[in-house]
Nanobody, 126 residues
Framework: QVQLVESGGGLVQPGGSLRLSCAASGSVFSINAMGWYRQAPGKQRELVAIISSSISGGRTNYADSVKGRFTISRDNAKNMVYLQMNSLKPEDTAVYYC?????????????????WGQGTQVTVSS
């Protein structure tokens, strides 16, 4: 089994910063793409940022609404992904979820599966 656990959410004033962290543990052999998604009340979950594996060049992509303000990064040795959020706006308020396409090995066979964290609340308000 694989677990993804987010941390770092909280309440911040507009213009402030937060750094989210997500740690993968359990039967992790390697991790392909990792990403951050968010879901605001009454809205669908949306992609915030995604980063490919190092083998694939560690390429990043961002939602237009966060470009220039958010930065995604990863530490492969620690099986972690981060989201640095600067210049936060009230519309960034949401539950933020970590996602990882995790490769595990069982009985000599490797397989990849998507996993989600439980989410962490980010509230931007004065």
């Amino acid at each position: 089994q694989v677990q993804l656990v987010e941390s770092g959410g909280g309440l911040v004033q507009p213009g402030g910063s937060l750094r989210l962290s997500c740690a993968a543990s359990g039967s992790v052999f390697s991790i392909n793409a990792m990403g951050w998604y968010r879901q605001a009340p009454g809205k669908q979950r949306e992609l915030v940022a995604i980063i490919s594996s190092s083998i694939s060049g560690g390429r990043t992509n961002y939602a237009d609404s966060v470009k220039g303000r958010f930065t995604i990064s990863r530490d492969n040795a620690k099986n972690m992904v981060y989201l640095q959020m600067n210049s936060l706006k009230p519309e960034d308020t949401a539950v933020y979820y970590c996602n990882g396409n995790v490769v595990s090995v069982n009985a000599g066979l490797a397989y990849a599966q998507d996993y989600w964290g439980q989410g962490t609340q980010v509230t931007v308000s004065s």
